[in-house]
C-alpha cells in the first residue's frame, strides 16, 4: 500500500510514501560470545564507532583489545545518524579532534574499489536573517586558519544545490566535509579491526567492573569475568548508567532523532545540504538519507531530573534554540528509564541485559514536515519514495561536548562518551585518542575541554558557537 500527502504549494506534486511501519533494516554481524578470552591489556565496553574505532587503533599497535557489545555492532546511534563528517560548524574546543578525524576518514581503505568516505562537501544554507548571522558570526571567529568553510555567492549556490525553488539568504559550504553510509562504514571498520587482532565479542552484556588496589583489573559480562589493565567505556546513552553502578556520576541525557531514507532521486544534489527544517545527504546507491535538523525529542526520564542543574546554564544561555528544538515528551523510552531506576533499586534484572538495543519509535509528525518542506525547496524531491523510517538516541552532555578522559578517582577507566549526535564524524579521532589514554600516552591534541573532571571543577558548562 503507497500512502501519499498533497504539499501546499500550487505547483506541487504528490510525495509517494513507503508503509509508515517500515523499520530500518541494520547489515547483519556475525555474532560472537565465546570462548572469552581469560585476559587482555584493553577492554571496550561498547560497539558502536568509537569504540570500534578504539579496538582498531589498539590492535593496530599490537595491544591486545577485546571489544564487548550488548547487542548487534553498530545497532544504535551509530547506524542510525545521517552519516555526516565534518569541521564546518563545529564548536571550536572541537576542531582539532574533527581535523584528526576527517584525516582518518580520508584514510580508511576502499574495499573494493568502494569508497567509504565522500568527500562531497557540505552546505548550510540561511533562510532566515537568524541563521545568515549565525553563520557569519562563526567564520568571523573561526578566523582564516579554516580555508575550507566559505560564504557561498548566489551562484554558488545553485551551482552546489542545484534545483531550488527559493533564493536563500547566504549559505556556508566546507568542501572538506561529507558523509559516509554509517552501515558500510561501521561493517568495515569492525572488519578492519579484526583482520588486525582485535576480539569483537556481540550479544554480550558487561555488568560492571571490578578493581584491584583501586586500580580497574576485570569487567563482569554474562558470559564470563575478563581479567584487564584499562577499560574503555563508549556505551554511548548507556554511559551513565553504567557509571552509576559504580557511584560515578555522569551527566547525560538522552535526545531522539527521526531519520528517513529515500529511493533514488533522479538529479538530485550531490552535496549534503542543511537547510529550513530539512537536511539530506546522497546515499552510495543514488538514495537520500533525509532529516528535519531543527526538531527532537527529549523523553522525560530519571536523567533530566537527576542532572538538570547542570545543564541549565546551557538552557538559559541556548533558550531560544533548545526552546524550538527540544520537544520534551513522556514516551516510552522515558518510561523504561524510570522502569529500570526502580527494578535496580529492588536489585531485579539490570538493563544491560534485558535491553539489547534502543530502537526508539520515529516521529511520523517531524519527518512527514522534513520531507514536506525538502520537497518544497527542491522539486526534484517532490516524487521521492521513502523507503524506511528509524530513530536514534543521542548521549548529550550539558556543554554539548564529548568526555575523552580518564577517571583519575579510577585509574585504568577511560570514558569516551557523550558526542551529542557527533561521535560518528569525530569516532575515527577519537578512537586514536582513547587508544593513546588506555594504553598511558599522552594525546598530540588538546584534550583537557573533554575532561571529565569539568564537572565537578567548577568549569562553566556552557555550548560554545557552532551550528
Given at each position: 500500500m503507497?500512502?501519499?500527502?498533497?504539499?501546499?504549494?500550487?505547483?506541487?506534486?504528490?510525495?509517494?510514501?513507503?508503509?509508515?511501519?517500515?523499520?530500518?533494516?541494520?547489515?547483519?554481524?556475525?555474532?560472537?560470545?565465546?570462548?572469552?578470552?581469560?585476559?587482555?591489556?584493553?577492554?571496550?565496553?561498547?560497539?558502536?564507532?568509537?569504540?570500534?574505532?578504539?579496538?582498531?587503533?589498539?590492535?593496530?599497535?599490537?595491544?591486545?583489545?577485546?571489544?564487548?557489545?550488548?547487542?548487534?555492532?553498530?545497532?544504535?546511534?551509530?547506524?542510525?545518524?545521517?552519516?555526516?563528517?565534518?569541521?564546518?560548524?563545529?564548536?571550536r574546543?572541537?576542531?582539532?579532534?574533527?581535523?584528526?578525524?576527517?584525516r582518518?576518514?580520508?584514510?580508511?581503505?576502499?574495499?573494493?574499489?568502494?569508497?567509504v568516505?565522500?568527500q562531497?562537501?557540505?552546505?548550510?544554507?540561511?533562510?532566515?536573517?537568524?541563521q545568515?548571522?549565525?553563520?557569519?558570526?562563526?567564520l568571523d571567529?573561526?578566523?582564516?586558519?579554516?580555508?575550507?568553510?566559505?560564504?557561498?555567492?548566489?551562484?554558488?549556490?545553485?551551482?552546489?544545490?542545484?534545483?531550488?525553488?527559493?533564493?536563500?539568504?547566504?549559505?556556508?559550504?566546507?568542501?572538506?566535509?561529507?558523509?559516509?553510509?554509517?552501515?558500510?562504514?561501521?561493517?568495515?571498520?569492525?572488519?578492519?579491526?579484526?583482520?588486525?587482532?582485535?576480539?569483537?565479542?556481540?550479544?554480550?552484556?558487561?555488568?560492571?567492573?571490578?578493581?584491584?588496589?583501586?586500580?580497574?583489573?576485570?569487567?563482569?559480562?554474562?558470559?564470563?569475568?575478563?581479567?584487564?589493565?584499562?577499560?574503555?567505556?563508549?556505551?554511548?546513552?548507556?554511559?551513565?548508567?553504567?557509571?552509576?553502578?559504580?557511584?560515578?556520576?555522569?551527566?547525560?541525557?538522552?535526545?531522539?532523532?527521526?531519520?528517513?531514507?529515500?529511493?533514488?532521486?533522479?538529479?538530485?544534489?550531490?552535496?549534503?545540504?542543511?537547510?529550513?527544517?530539512?537536511?539530506?545527504?546522497?546515499?552510495?546507491?543514488?538514495?537520500?538519507?533525509?532529516?528535519?535538523?531543527?526538531?527532537a525529542?527529549?523523553?522525560?526520564?530519571?536523567?533530566?531530573?537527576?542532572?538538570?542543574?547542570?545543564?541549565?546554564?546551557?538552557?538559559?544561555?541556548?533558550?531560544?534554540?533548545?526552546?524550538?528544538?527540544?520537544?520534551?515528551?513522556?514516551?516510552?523510552?522515558?518510561?523504561?528509564?524510570?522502569?529500570?531506576?526502580?527494578?535496580?533499586?529492588?536489585?531485579?534484572?539490570?538493563?544491560?541485559?534485558?535491553?539489547?538495543?534502543?530502537?526508539?519509535?520515529?516521529?511520523?509528525?517531524?519527518?512527514?514536515?522534513?520531507?514536506?518542506?525538502?520537497?518544497?525547496?527542491?522539486?526534484?524531491?517532490?516524487?521521492?519514495?521513502?523507503?524506511?523510517?528509524?530513530?536514534?538516541?543521542?548521549?548529550?552532555?550539558?556543554?554539548?561536548?564529548?568526555?575523552?578522559?580518564?577517571?583519575?578517582?579510577?585509574?585504568?577507566?577511560?570514558?569516551?562518551?557523550?558526542?551529542?549526535?557527533?561521535?560518528?564524524?569525530?569516532?575515527?579521532?577519537?578512537?586514536?585518542?582513547?587508544?593513546?589514554?588506555?594504553?598511558?600516552?599522552?594525546?598530540?591534541?588538546?584534550?583537557?575541554?573533554?575532561?571529565?573532571?569539568?564537572?565537578?571543577d567548577?568549569?562553566?558548562?556552557?555550548?560554545?558557537?557552532?551550528?
Amino acid at each position: 500500500m503507497q500512502i501519499g500527502f498533497r504539499l501546499n504549494e500550487p505547483a506541487a506534486r504528490v510525495v509517494e510514501i513507503a508503509p509508515r511501519l517500515s523499520i530500518r533494516a541494520l547489515p547483519p554481524i556475525v555474532e560472537e560470545c565465546c570462548p572469552l578470552p581469560h585476559k587482555v591489556d584493553v577492554a571496550i565496553v561498547g560497539g558502536g564507532i568509537v569504540g570500534i574505532a578504539t579496538a582498531l587503533e589498539l590492535a593496530r599497535r599490537r595491544i591486545s583489545v577485546a571489544l564487548f557489545e550488548k547487542g548487534r555492532l553498530g545497532g544504535e546511534q551509530s547506524s542510525r545518524n545521517w552519516g555526516w563528517c565534518r569541521q564546518i560548524g563545529r564548536d571550536r574546543r572541537e576542531l582539532p579532534l574533527a581535523e584528526l578525524s576527517m584525516r582518518l576518514w580520508g584514510e580508511l581503505p576502499h574495499p573494493k574499489g568502494a569508497r567509504v568516505f565522500d568527500q562531497c562537501g557540505i552546505v548550510y544554507l540561511a533562510g532566515t536573517d537568524a541563521q545568515a548571522e549565525r553563520y557569519n558570526a562563526y567564520l568571523d571567529e573561526l578566523g582564516p586558519r579554516h580555508s575550507s568553510a566559505r560564504l557561498l555567492t548566489s551562484s554558488e549556490i545553485s551551482e552546489l544545490a542545484p534545483g531550488a525553488t527559493r533564493n536563500w539568504l547566504s549559505a556556508v559550504h566546507s568542501s572538506r566535509d561529507g558523509r559516509a553510509d554509517p552501515d558500510f562504514a561501521l561493517t568495515e571498520l569492525a572488519a578492519a579491526a579484526r583482520r588486525e587482532g582485535a576480539q569483537l565479542f556481540t550479544n554480550c552484556p558487561v555488568h560492571e567492573f571490578e578493581t584491584t588496589a583501586g586500580r580497574v583489573s576485570a569487567l563482569v559480562t554474562d558470559h564470563g569475568r575478563i581479567a584487564c589493565d584499562s577499560l574503555v567505556l563508549a556505551a554511548g546513552a548507556w554511559s551513565s548508567t553504567f557509571c552509576a553502578r559504580h557511584r560515578i556520576s555522569l551527566p547525560q541525557i538522552k535526545v531522539v532523532s527521526s531519520v528517513l531514507s529515500t529511493e533514488a532521486v533522479e538529479s538530485g544534489p550531490k552535496t549534503c545540504v542543511f537547510g529550513d527544517g530539512f537536511t539530506f545527504g546522497r546515499q552510495r546507491d543514488g538514495g537520500y538519507v533525509v532529516g528535519h535538523g531543527g526538531i527532537a525529542i527529549l523523553p522525560l526520564g530519571p536523567d533530566v531530573l537527576q542532572f538538570a542543574r547542570s545543564f541549565l546554564p546551557a538552557l538559559r544561555q541556548e533558550w531560544h534554540f533548545v526552546s524550538s528544538y527540544v520537544q520534551p515528551r513522556m514516551n516510552r523510552l522515558a518510561l523504561g528509564d524510570w522502569r529500570d531506576r526502580g527494578r535496580a533499586k529492588l536489585g531485579l534484572p539490570r538493563p544491560l541485559a534485558r535491553s539489547r538495543e534502543l530502537a526508539p519509535k520515529p516521529s511520523l509528525a517531524i519527518l512527514d514536515d522534513a520531507i514536506r518542506r525538502l520537497a518544497a525547496a527542491f522539486p526534484a524531491f517532490r516524487r521521492a519514495r521513502v523507503r524506511k523510517r528509524w530513530a536514534g538516541v543521542m548521549d548529550v552532555t550539558p556543554d554539548g561536548l564529548p568526555v575523552i578522559s580518564k577517571v583519575e578517582a579510577v585509574p585504568g577507566l577511560v570514558l569516551g562518551t557523550g558526542f551529542s549526535g557527533h561521535g560518528f564524524g569525530l569516532g575515527p579521532g577519537a578512537g586514536h585518542v582513547l587508544a593513546d589514554l588506555a594504553t598511558g600516552g599522552e594525546p598530540a591534541l588538546n584534550i583537557a575541554p573533554f575532561r571529565f573532571s569539568r564537572f565537578s571543577d567548577g568549569t562553566p558548562l556552557l555550548p560554545g558557537l557552532r551550528f
